[in-house]
Protein backbone atom coordinates (compact mmCIF):
# COMPACT_ATOMS: atom_id res chain seq x y z
CA UNK A 1 0.00 0.00 0.00
CA UNK A 2 2.92 2.53 0.56
CA UNK A 3 4.31 1.82 -3.45
CA UNK A 4 2.41 4.46 -5.02
CA UNK A 5 1.94 2.85 -8.39
CA UNK A 6 -0.67 0.71 -7.04
CA UNK A 7 -2.72 2.96 -6.31
CA UNK A 8 -4.16 3.62 -9.58
CA UNK A 9 -5.34 0.07 -9.49
CA UNK A 10 -8.10 0.71 -7.51
CA UNK A 11 -8.69 4.68 -8.05
CA UNK A 12 -8.90 4.66 -11.68
CA UNK A 13 -9.71 8.45 -11.44
CA UNK A 14 -8.89 9.87 -8.44
CA UNK A 15 -4.88 8.67 -8.49
CA UNK A 16 -4.59 10.59 -12.49
CA UNK A 17 -4.76 13.99 -10.45
CA UNK A 18 -2.17 15.80 -8.06
CA UNK A 19 -4.78 16.47 -5.51
CA UNK A 20 -6.15 13.05 -5.76
CA UNK A 21 -2.87 11.66 -4.79
CA UNK A 22 -2.31 14.18 -2.36
CA UNK A 23 -5.66 12.71 -0.79
CA UNK A 24 -4.40 9.28 -0.81
CA UNK A 25 -0.95 10.17 0.88
CA UNK A 26 -2.96 11.73 3.66
CA UNK A 27 -5.90 9.22 4.15
CA UNK A 28 -2.53 6.47 3.89
CA UNK A 29 -0.72 8.62 6.81
CA UNK A 30 -3.93 8.79 8.96
CA UNK A 31 -4.51 5.11 8.89
CA UNK A 32 -0.79 4.37 9.62
CA UNK A 33 -0.97 6.17 12.76
CA UNK A 34 -4.33 5.09 13.52
CA UNK A 35 -4.87 1.45 13.09
CA UNK A 36 -8.70 1.98 13.71
CA UNK A 37 -9.02 4.03 10.52
CA UNK A 38 -6.40 1.57 8.59
CA UNK A 39 -9.53 -0.83 7.53
CA UNK A 40 -11.52 1.69 6.46
CA UNK A 41 -8.29 2.44 4.47
CA UNK A 42 -7.55 -0.46 2.77
CA UNK A 43 -10.54 -1.40 1.86
CA UNK A 44 -12.44 2.01 0.45
CA UNK A 45 -9.27 3.46 -0.72
CA UNK A 46 -7.57 0.03 -1.67
CA UNK A 47 -10.04 -2.48 -2.28
CA UNK A 48 -8.73 -4.88 -0.75
CA UNK A 49 -9.97 -7.65 1.24
CA UNK A 50 -9.74 -7.66 4.72
CA UNK A 51 -10.30 -9.86 7.81
CA UNK A 52 -11.53 -7.89 10.39
CA UNK A 53 -15.27 -6.45 11.11
CA UNK A 54 -16.42 -2.98 11.29
CA UNK A 55 -14.50 -1.32 13.86
CA UNK A 56 -12.96 -4.65 14.87
CA UNK A 57 -10.58 -4.91 16.94
CA UNK A 58 -7.84 -7.53 16.21
CA UNK A 59 -6.59 -8.41 12.76
CA UNK A 60 -6.91 -11.65 12.97
CA UNK A 61 -3.95 -13.06 10.99
CA UNK A 62 -1.63 -11.26 13.59
CA UNK A 63 -3.34 -13.19 16.57
CA UNK A 64 -3.26 -16.72 14.56
CA UNK A 65 0.77 -15.93 14.23
CA UNK A 66 1.36 -15.22 17.97
CA UNK A 67 0.18 -18.88 18.32
CA UNK A 68 3.19 -20.77 19.91
CA UNK A 69 4.28 -23.39 23.26
CA UNK A 70 3.87 -21.32 26.66
CA UNK A 71 6.26 -22.08 28.86
CA UNK A 72 6.65 -22.87 32.39
CA UNK A 73 4.40 -20.34 34.10
CA UNK A 74 5.95 -20.35 37.63
CA UNK A 75 8.73 -18.87 35.49
CA UNK A 76 7.14 -15.49 35.07
CA UNK A 77 5.47 -12.89 36.94
CA UNK A 78 1.95 -13.47 36.35
CA UNK A 79 -1.00 -10.89 36.12
CA UNK A 80 -4.68 -12.22 36.84
CA UNK A 81 -7.55 -10.34 35.28
CA UNK A 82 -11.40 -10.72 35.97
CA UNK A 83 -14.40 -10.20 33.88
CA UNK A 84 -17.41 -11.64 36.03
CA UNK A 85 -20.94 -11.74 34.41
CA UNK A 86 -23.98 -10.79 36.55
CA UNK A 87 -25.68 -13.94 36.18
CA UNK A 88 -25.90 -16.09 33.08
CA UNK A 89 -23.56 -14.86 30.49
CA UNK A 90 -19.88 -15.98 30.32
CA UNK A 91 -17.56 -15.10 33.69
CA UNK A 92 -13.82 -15.59 32.64
CA UNK A 93 -10.30 -15.12 34.68
CA UNK A 94 -6.95 -13.46 32.39
CA UNK A 95 -3.48 -14.25 32.51
CA UNK A 96 -0.94 -12.76 31.57
CA UNK A 97 2.75 -13.57 32.04
CA UNK A 98 5.58 -11.30 31.57
CA UNK A 99 9.19 -12.89 30.64
CA UNK A 100 12.10 -11.88 28.93
CA UNK A 101 9.97 -9.11 26.84
CA UNK A 102 7.20 -11.32 26.14
CA UNK A 103 3.71 -11.69 27.28
CA UNK A 104 2.22 -15.47 27.23
CA UNK A 105 -1.63 -14.93 27.45
CA UNK A 106 -4.43 -17.58 28.41
CA UNK A 107 -7.86 -17.76 29.94
CA UNK A 108 -10.54 -19.63 31.55
CA UNK A 109 -14.09 -19.57 31.15
CA UNK A 110 -17.22 -20.30 33.23
CA UNK A 111 -21.07 -20.70 32.00
CA UNK A 112 -23.83 -21.89 33.94
CA UNK A 113 -25.02 -25.14 33.18
CA UNK A 114 -28.68 -24.96 32.69
CA UNK A 115 -27.84 -22.35 30.35
CA UNK A 116 -24.77 -23.78 28.38
CA UNK A 117 -27.31 -25.89 25.65
CA UNK A 118 -29.00 -22.48 25.29
CA UNK A 119 -25.88 -20.40 24.62
CA UNK A 120 -24.54 -22.97 22.19
CA UNK A 121 -27.61 -22.63 20.03
CA UNK A 122 -27.38 -18.75 20.22
CA UNK A 123 -23.60 -17.94 20.23
CA UNK A 124 -23.10 -21.38 17.25
CA UNK A 125 -19.81 -22.45 18.82
CA UNK A 126 -19.10 -25.64 20.85
CA UNK A 127 -18.93 -24.63 24.42
CA UNK A 128 -19.47 -28.54 25.51
CA UNK A 129 -15.65 -29.00 23.35
CA UNK A 130 -14.10 -26.67 24.51
CA UNK A 131 -14.82 -27.98 28.73
CA UNK A 132 -13.76 -31.18 27.81
CA UNK A 133 -10.92 -29.75 26.18
CA UNK A 134 -10.36 -27.91 29.57
CA UNK A 135 -10.66 -24.03 28.42
CA UNK A 136 -14.14 -23.31 30.77
CA UNK A 137 -16.19 -24.81 33.06
CA UNK A 138 -19.64 -25.52 33.60
CA UNK A 139 -21.34 -24.45 37.32
CA UNK A 140 -24.41 -26.30 38.07
CA UNK A 141 -27.94 -24.10 38.12
CA UNK A 142 -28.86 -21.26 36.01
CA UNK A 143 -26.46 -18.33 37.39
CA UNK A 144 -22.40 -18.58 37.15
CA UNK A 145 -21.41 -19.66 40.57
CA UNK A 146 -18.64 -17.64 42.25
CA UNK A 147 -16.93 -20.34 44.36
CA UNK A 148 -15.99 -22.08 41.19
CA UNK A 149 -14.27 -19.39 40.38
CA UNK A 150 -12.56 -18.52 43.27
CA UNK A 151 -11.52 -22.25 43.46
CA UNK A 152 -10.42 -22.35 39.99
CA UNK A 153 -8.26 -19.72 40.41
CA UNK A 154 -6.66 -20.16 43.81
CA UNK A 155 -5.59 -23.79 42.69
CA UNK A 156 -4.34 -22.48 39.19
CA UNK A 157 -2.30 -20.34 41.49
CA UNK A 158 -1.11 -23.14 43.48
CA UNK A 159 -0.95 -26.17 41.34
CA UNK A 160 1.69 -24.03 39.12
CA UNK A 161 3.04 -22.38 41.26
CA UNK A 162 3.00 -19.09 39.94
CA UNK A 163 4.15 -15.79 41.29
CA UNK A 164 1.10 -13.74 40.79
CA UNK A 165 1.83 -10.01 40.86
CA UNK A 166 -1.76 -8.61 40.91
CA UNK A 167 -5.24 -9.48 39.79
CA UNK A 168 -7.35 -6.82 38.32
CA UNK A 169 -10.61 -6.15 38.61
CA UNK A 170 -14.13 -4.16 38.45
CA UNK A 171 -15.77 -3.53 41.81
CA UNK A 172 -19.09 -3.04 39.56
CA UNK A 173 -19.82 -7.09 40.60
CA UNK A 174 -16.72 -8.54 41.43
CA UNK A 175 -15.97 -6.74 44.93
CA UNK A 176 -17.53 -9.85 47.35
CA UNK A 177 -15.20 -12.18 45.17
CA UNK A 178 -12.10 -9.50 45.19
CA UNK A 179 -12.38 -9.40 48.84
CA UNK A 180 -12.63 -13.20 49.24
CA UNK A 181 -9.35 -13.42 47.22
CA UNK A 182 -7.44 -10.73 49.15
CA UNK A 183 -8.14 -12.78 51.98
CA UNK A 184 -6.03 -15.63 50.30
CA UNK A 185 -3.46 -13.45 49.67
CA UNK A 186 -3.79 -12.62 46.09
CA UNK A 187 -3.23 -8.45 45.61
CA UNK A 188 -6.49 -7.37 44.09
CA UNK A 189 -6.31 -3.82 41.92
CA UNK A 190 -9.72 -1.97 41.15
CA UNK A 191 -9.59 -1.59 37.16
CA UNK A 192 -12.41 0.52 36.09
CA UNK A 193 -14.11 -0.69 33.10
CA UNK A 194 -13.73 3.49 31.29
CA UNK A 195 -12.38 4.18 28.30
CA UNK A 196 -9.75 6.70 30.07
CA UNK A 197 -8.64 3.24 32.09
CA UNK A 198 -8.40 1.12 29.08
CA UNK A 199 -7.51 3.02 26.03
CA UNK A 200 -3.35 2.33 26.53
CA UNK A 201 -3.34 -1.15 27.18
CA UNK A 202 -5.97 -1.83 24.56
CA UNK A 203 -3.82 0.12 22.22
CA UNK A 204 -0.32 -1.18 23.35
CA UNK A 205 -1.82 -5.09 23.63
CA UNK A 206 -2.88 -4.86 20.08
CA UNK A 207 0.63 -3.37 18.91
CA UNK A 208 2.30 -6.11 21.23
CA UNK A 209 0.41 -8.82 18.63
CA UNK A 210 1.42 -7.04 16.07
CA UNK A 211 4.90 -7.09 17.03
CA UNK A 212 4.95 -10.86 17.43
CA UNK A 213 5.50 -9.73 21.32
CA UNK A 214 2.21 -12.12 22.40
CA UNK A 215 2.21 -15.32 22.44
CA UNK A 216 -0.88 -17.76 23.14
CA UNK A 217 -1.69 -21.64 23.75
CA UNK A 218 -4.11 -21.71 20.43
CA UNK A 219 -7.03 -21.39 23.11
CA UNK A 220 -10.12 -21.32 20.64
CA UNK A 221 -12.36 -19.79 23.06
CA UNK A 222 -9.93 -16.90 23.41
CA UNK A 223 -9.21 -16.65 19.72
CA UNK A 224 -13.35 -16.79 19.28
CA UNK A 225 -13.31 -13.61 21.44
CA UNK A 226 -11.28 -11.48 20.11
CA UNK A 227 -12.70 -12.41 16.36
CA UNK A 228 -15.66 -10.85 18.17
CA UNK A 229 -14.11 -7.64 19.77
CA UNK A 230 -14.70 -4.29 18.31
CA UNK A 231 -13.64 -1.19 19.80
CA UNK A 232 -15.77 2.02 20.75
CA UNK A 233 -13.42 5.13 20.48
CA UNK A 234 -14.29 8.95 21.85
CA UNK A 235 -13.48 12.31 19.77
CA UNK A 236 -10.01 11.95 20.97
CA UNK A 237 -9.79 8.90 19.36
CA UNK A 238 -9.38 6.41 22.95
CA UNK A 239 -10.37 2.80 22.40
CA UNK A 240 -11.76 -0.02 24.51
CA UNK A 241 -13.50 -2.80 23.77
CA UNK A 242 -17.23 -2.78 22.72
CA UNK A 243 -19.26 -5.98 24.79
CA UNK A 244 -22.47 -3.75 24.11
CA UNK A 245 -21.83 -3.53 20.27
CA UNK A 246 -19.89 -6.93 19.68
CA UNK A 247 -22.17 -9.04 18.14
CA UNK A 248 -21.11 -12.39 20.77
CA UNK A 249 -19.02 -13.14 23.52
CA UNK A 250 -16.15 -11.20 24.05
CA UNK A 251 -15.15 -11.83 27.74
CA UNK A 252 -12.22 -13.96 27.87
CA UNK A 253 -10.69 -10.99 25.91
CA UNK A 254 -11.81 -8.62 28.37
CA UNK A 255 -10.11 -10.52 30.90
CA UNK A 256 -7.34 -10.59 29.33
CA UNK A 257 -6.90 -7.59 28.47
CA UNK A 258 -7.83 -6.12 31.96
CA UNK A 259 -4.63 -8.65 33.29
CA UNK A 260 -2.70 -6.63 30.72
CA UNK A 261 -3.78 -3.11 31.64
CA UNK A 262 -1.46 -4.37 34.98
CA UNK A 263 0.99 -6.85 33.38
CA UNK A 264 2.15 -3.84 30.90
CA UNK A 265 3.76 -1.52 33.45
CA UNK A 266 6.00 -5.08 34.66
CA UNK A 267 9.36 -4.09 33.29
CA UNK A 268 9.01 -0.94 34.63
CA UNK A 269 10.50 -1.89 38.28
CA UNK A 270 7.29 -1.05 39.79
CA UNK A 271 3.25 -1.66 39.70
CA UNK A 272 1.62 1.77 38.90
CA UNK A 273 -2.06 1.94 40.09
CA UNK A 274 -4.36 4.48 38.16
CA UNK A 275 -3.89 7.37 40.89
CA UNK A 276 -0.84 5.90 43.09
CA UNK A 277 1.62 3.22 43.10
CA UNK A 278 0.63 0.02 44.54
CA UNK A 279 2.78 -2.47 44.53
CA UNK A 280 2.65 -6.53 45.81
CA UNK A 281 3.99 -9.75 44.82
CA UNK A 282 2.68 -13.02 45.93
CA UNK A 283 4.00 -16.48 45.78
CA UNK A 284 1.91 -19.74 46.31
Not at 76 to 104: C, E, H, K, P, R
Not at 157 to 179: C, F, G, T
Not at 186 to 193: I, S, T
Amino acid sequence: IKDESNWIKANPIVATYPEGMESLRAALKVALDVPEKMRSFLTKNMNGWVDQKDNGYMKMSKWRACHGEIPDLKEMAIYLGLDLSMTTDLTSVGWVGVLDGFYYVGQHSFIPEEKAKEKMATDKVPYDLWRDQGWMTFTPGEAVDYQFVERWIVEFAQVNKLRVIEAAYDKWNALHLAQRLESKGFNMVELPQRIQHLSLPTKDFRQKVYEGKVVHGNDPLLTFAYNNAIIKQDAQENIMLDKAKSPQRIDPAAAVMNAFARAMYHDMGANVDLNEHFSGNFSF
